[in-house]
């Protein structure tokens, strides 16, 4: 479900990362399913982190490797499609460079 939502928009790209399928946005890293194929390791702001987990802490949670890094991990069975999208989106609109959110950079 989340692979879907993130090759809909404008600049994504598919790929790998630590041998499982990931996404970027003109090349910078997005999301990536980890290796027990219900983790979702998703690029985001701090301030959303940290109002993800307070709030649903059994769905979006932290690993020490991320600490100090601007993402979350999501137990993909926890969340619902209507959460996942709009993270996604979130994610999307973090990562993507200012050029292709003004529409200049296409896919």
Known sequence: ?????A?????V???MAYGTPAFRVK???MARLKEDGETLAIRCDFALRERLIATAP?????????LNYP???VRLPMVTKRQLKALVQA???F???KSLKAGRGGR
């Open 95 to 97: 990562t993507a460079p």
């Open 91 to 93: 994610c999307w609109e």
């Open 7 to 11: 090759k809909e928009l404008p600049g």
């Open 71 to 73: 993402a979350v991990l």
């Open 1 to 5: 479900m989340a692979l879907a939502l």
């Open 58 to 66: 059994k769905t979006f949670f932290l690993t020490d490797h991320y």
């Open 13 to 15: 790209e598919e790929g």
């Open 27 to 29: 090349g910078r890293f």
